[in-house]
């Protein structure tokens, strides 16, 4: 055959709970980003099957009015416009709503963001200096969130951010799950967490090669990959741990 198929996922499964929060782990190439794409509906030029359920309903990821949203990883705001010309504007375009609830509502999004103080500073560019990585990540979030989704899904929420703006973004996105009556779920790729951005996630979905390898809690992963016979050192972190097992790039054998 000249042009074979190339499967990029294979049979993977798993779950978001309601207001919580699901990290997809794996090597580079193991297919995390592509599943959020399929997640969302963004992929045109590949055949995709399988089904999604949201609230015990199969839905089309590529209706345009089912409640997902997707933040992916490069840059996807406007950066000559503030935060708050940025919310405002997805908000008129996506809500049908009178002026004033608009604002109110872009204005307490942006709070809990901890974005009020820069909320009328350009974003930046290439060109002009403007916000941090974090308070950029955050305006993305908030560009999404003013759609009220259900499910937001996040591709990378926390590349080129160091440990702390990480654990910030992650902590943020933590306690607007906690604190929106089950309103608003979460599904978001990482790559190399560490620990403490490890215990902020409900469930992991660990793919190997576009493949499902484990799915569960954290806690739940050690005595399962053990029984396999990856006992994790006491000297290894769980992110390294993890992602040993996940690359086949890494030997595994003790």
């Known amino acids: 055959e000249s042009n074979p198929k190339k499967v990029i996922l294979n049979n993977v499964s798993g779950y978001v709970k309601c207001g919580g929060i699901t990290a997809v782990m794996g090597a580079s190439a193991s297919g995390k980003s592509v599943l959020l794409q399929a997640l969302s509906g963004r992929i045109q030029d590949m055949s995709v099957g399988g089904k999604v359920w949201m609230d015990g309903k199969v839905v ?46 872009v204005n307490e999004l942006l709070e809990k963001l901890g974005l009020s103080k820069v909320a009328d500073g350009i974003i930046g560019t ?22 009220s989704p259900s499910i ?20 943020c996105l933590r306690d607007l799950t906690r604190t929106s009556k089950c309103h608003l779920s979460i599904i978001l790729t990482i790559h190399q967490p560490n620990s403490r951005l490890l215990e902020l996630f409900d469930h992991l979905l660990l793919l190997e090669q576009g493949s499902c390898l484990f799915f569960g809690t954290l806690e739940e992963s050690f005595p399962y990959f053990a029984d396999l016979g990856f006992v994790c050192p006491p000297i290894v972190t769980a ?16």
Do not use: C, H, W
């Open 60 to 105: 089309n990821p590529r209706n345009p009015n089912n409640p997902i949203a997707l933040v992916p990883q490069g840059d996807s705001v406007i950066g000559d416009l503030t935060a708050r010309e940025v919310t405002t504007q997805t908000a008129l375009f996506k809500r049908n709503e009178p002026r004033e609830q608009i604002d109110q509502d």
């Open 126 to 147: 290439l060109i002009f200096r403007g916000l941090s990585g974090g308070q950029k990540k955050r305006v993305e979030i908030a560009n999404e969130l003013i759609a």
């Open 239 to 254: 992110t390294d741990y993890l992602l040993q097992i996940s690359d086949t790039n890494f030997a595994t054998k003790e």
């Open 152 to 171: 937001l899904l996040l591709d990378e929420p926390t590349s080129g951010l160091d440990s702390s703006i990480a654990y910030e973004v992650i902590s």
